[in-house]
């Protein structure tokens, strides 16, 4: 009776042994059948478990940073920057063009021109490429390519204003005031892309003296690129060539005449007063020297 009950156990284990070894067979089966269909699934709707970004493949080509700028405006005797940013460079190489003339300024960071003021800048790792124009005169105005080596090649330009910038003092160019009133004076510098530095006003040839009397001040305001000298009590020694020189603009100037208790137009009655007298004496000579031959 034991016997019969011990291959009984032993056979009834042995079958389930078998279940459990089909099932697992099957099952992983079934796994692997799932996994190879959605695996085809995916390739078949361009799928990838590790997607990777076009511009980062290693086929991609170059391609050019749009949200560079691409027109820059500078004045003459100021250094000028074109920025050209260039993606997945590679092994290409990146040269700037000038448009106007074909002339290839320059290779990488090479300058390929006898003008020393035209140079390449460009850091390791970095995808900026900056064309540096020092010194830059109206003449340098006009359209330079950025180009990058590929085949076909491709280019981006970008446009370069050089400017005259100058400054105007309002009014006349001639100012006649009335000894013990106010000499008013106010510069604007035009054309020019930033605020300037500096204004600085002289008489003369020097740089007007704050401590040299009292009741001067100057209102200097880079925002709205004026400049106001204010003289109070004028009296005849403050007359003279008063000019305004901002930096990097071309200076303007004003002749200021303070006079002593007399106006324009009485100094200018006077004045023709004083030639028709001159006149009629000459005439008077000359008649007498004929009549007395």
Not at 225 to 236: D, E, G, M, N
């Amino acid at each position: 009776m034991n016997c019969r009950i011990i291959l009984l156990w032993l056979f009834t284990n042995r079958l389930k042994g078998i279940s459990e070894c089909f099932s697992t067979i099957i099952r992983e089966n079934y796994d692997g059948t799932r996994m190879g269909a959605e695996t085809s699934l995916n390739r078949a709707e361009g799928v990838s478990e590790h997607v990777v970004p076009y511009w980062d493949q290693p086929f991609s080509q170059p391609y050019f940073d749009n949200s560079t700028k691409r027109e820059y405006t500078t004045t003459v005797g100021q250094t000028a920057h074109l920025h050209c940013r260039v993606r997945n460079l590679g092994d290409r190489a990146v040269s700037w063009i000038r448009k106007r003339d074909l002339h290839i300024l320059t290779v990488g960071i090479q300058t390929y021109t006898n003008d020393q003021r035209f140079l390449s800048l460009h850091t390791d790792g970095s995808d900026e490429w900056t064309l540096k124009i020092t010194s830059s005169q109206t003449r340098d105005s006009g359209v330079y390519e950025c180009q990058v080596s590929t085949e076909p090649k491709i280019s981006q330009a970008f446009k370069l204003n050089v400017v005259v910038s100058k400054a105007k003092i309002i009014g006349n160019p001639e100012l006649h005031i009335k000894s013990g009133s106010d000499i008013n004076l106010t510069c604007v510098v035009l054309q020019t892309p930033d605020p300037p530095s500096f204004i600085y006003w002289y008489r003369g040839g020097n740089v007007i003296n704050y401590s040299q009397r009292g009741g001067i001040s100057v209102v200097t305001e880079k925002q709205t690129k004026t400049s106001r000298l204010l003289i109070s009590r004028a009296t005849p020694e403050d007359s003279g060539n008063y000019t305004c020189s901002p930096s990097s603009s071309d200076a303007a100037s004003v002749l200021v005449h303070v006079l002593q208790g007399e106006t324009p137009a009485a100094m200018q009655h006077s004045s023709t007063v004083r030639s028709w007298t001159i006149n009629f004496s000459l005439l008077i000579l000359f008649l007498c020297f004929v009549f007395v031959r």
